[in-house]
């Protein structure tokens, strides 16, 4: 069985502060992490994916994530928020079923970005 | 450009009618997903495929039903419509490589309202 927790449903920081959203995942197998952000009336969008290579990963928008085995935690990062980073993302943890996968998924960031 | 395309984008019917969602991909995945996105829950699994002719249970699979005639479609059936499931729905599709887990690309979303 596999869990994502995102801690803080609502984040709001002032433009060019810096982001942190915070994910922690169980996994009963070693995981694939990803980010997703969601910006209003549309589908989710990918930032970045952990797939077992590097544990820093860089993705889209300025965006990054570390992945920490020992406090299971895949949190993002961005070092200057802007207006356009204000929308809700999600974590999600992937296992694999025979050839497939499927996402769990967290219960979602509200990102806020104040001028 | 390959794309996954969900219709209709806006839906309102009423209690204990069947409804049947849309969701058409390109991208000649063999996985494809149905997800909900409800305020507080993040989104949550109702149904997978793997292949043609193969569907599973998600975790609120209670209600709906799917099925998988070819690789491109994967319509989902509210078969008798309640207020409990007025939601966003959102259609996913990704490509098996083996023990790789690979990204979701997700459709646009189809509102859901039940009355």
């Known amino acids: 069985a596999q869990s994502v927790t995102q801690l803080g449903s609502h984040v709001s920081v002032s433009e060019g502060a810096l982001v942190l959203l915070r994910c922690n995942y169980s996994s009963s197998v070693p995981p694939y992490l990803f980010w997703y952000v969601q910006y209003p009336n549309q589908g989710l969008q990918l930032l970045l994916k952990y797939t077992s290579a590097a544990t820093l990963v860089k993705g889209i928008n300025g965006f990054e994530a570390e992945f920490k085995k020992s406090e299971t935690s895949f949190h993002l990062t961005k070092p200057s928020a802007h207006m356009s980073d204000a929308a809700e993302y999600f974590c999600a943890v992937s296992a694999l079923k025979n050839a497939g996968n499927m996402l769990t998924f967290g219960g979602g960031t509200r990102l806020m970005v104040k001028p | 450009d390959a794309e996954i395309t969900q219709s209709p984008r806006h839906k309102i019917t009423e209690t204990g009618r069947q409804v049947t969602l849309a969701c058409h991909q390109t991208?000649?995945?063999?996985?494809m997903f149905w997800y909900r996105q409800d305020l507080g829950h993040g989104l949550r699994l109702i149904h997978y495929?793997?292949?043609?002719?193969?569907?599973n249970k998600g975790e609120v699979s209670d209600g709906y039903s799917v099925s998988r005639s070819n690789t491109e479609d994967l319509p989902l059936t509210l078969e008798s419509a309640a207020s409990s499931q007025t939601s966003v729905y959102f259609c996913?599709?990704?490509?098996?490589?083996?023990?790789?887990?690979?990204?979701?690309?997700f459709g646009q979303g189809t509102r859901l309202t039940v009355v």
């Open positions: 991208w000649n995945h063999n996985n």
């Open positions: 495929s793997y292949g043609v002719h193969d569907t």
């Open positions: 996913a599709s990704s490509e098996s490589r083996g023990f790789m887990s690979t990204e979701a690309f």
